[in-house]
């Protein structure tokens, strides 16, 4: 891997384990094993490196949500799909975890590449609800639009409480929960 | 005030804007108006003063929501109350937030209030859910367990949106979605 490489991955899994706040340039240096010019040669900061990292990340995401999204089955299945597929529940969202680091929420730069993950996701997800109503799947009560909100918002939460309980089943439940009421609103 | 109530007020607010890693004895000195021998005459360090701070912010937390839920109304009402009341939804929730502190996280004694406190509101909703049920306001697909914690998720996860967002209204969404499943799911 290239310096630049080794800097941006670094960068990556540091914001993902430490968050932005708490990771100095000497932390990047030192995991990516490069010197500080060589740095500064590739980025003019932490700012910019950063901005690169969670750009990488957010496609990344957005790429294998899509996938699963994209794939075969009913609304209902592809929503459930998504919301059950494997995850490091403990490590938390790498995207989501973002919104709660003040410098982060600070630097427009940096809340950019987060706030279009989430509009993408939520109106990726609206759709999915939409077609499902509309294919008569799902009950007209359902507005895909909040739904969508719903359906997020579980997911960057029961990272929260997984996190607090210290084990992935508050996840899980959480996601079960949600999945139980929209399933209870299906139209068999 | 006194000097004490100084340094605990001052870690509330800026555990609650800035989060644990990101403050310093300085910070909480600096705004606390108080020196540092004053600080540690009065606690051990930075880690006794959150515990002493986060342990105030969750005791008002929950008197507070008790207060919404134990209020009258049927359990949906009181559910809808607790979930619409009004909230900076911007700053985040000061409790949740905390998950996303990696010290915090690395700490046992800071990380145990958050987990009680979650665990007591998971089984508070989830009572009133099991009595919405039992009175035949909510239908008996609903299960209380899984359900209150998707509530609790969904509210969590509406500060992540918001937050991305630079805008509450994706918070509000949120709520209004699982309120709305919910409803769809009431018998009336």
Redesign the interface.
Known sequence: MSTRERLIESTRTLLW???Y??TSPKNIQHLAEAGQGSMYHHFSGKEELARVAIDRTAEEMRASVDAVLSGPGSALERISAYLRREREVLK?CPI??L?????V?ATPML?AP??E???WL?SRLAAIVAEGVVAGEL?A???P?????????????????A????DPA??Q??????L???G??SVR
Chains 1, 2 share one sequence.
């Open positions: 384990e430490r968050g706040v708490a938390g989501g975890r919104t709660q680091d003040p410098d929420m809340v987060v706030e993950t989430f509009t939520r009950s009560a359902i507005d639009v909040i739904t969508s909100a719903a359906i997020v918002a579980t997911l960057q939460g029961g990272y929260v409480l996190r607090a309980d210290d508050a996840f439940q959480a996601i079960e929960g949600i139980a009421l929209l209870a609103l």
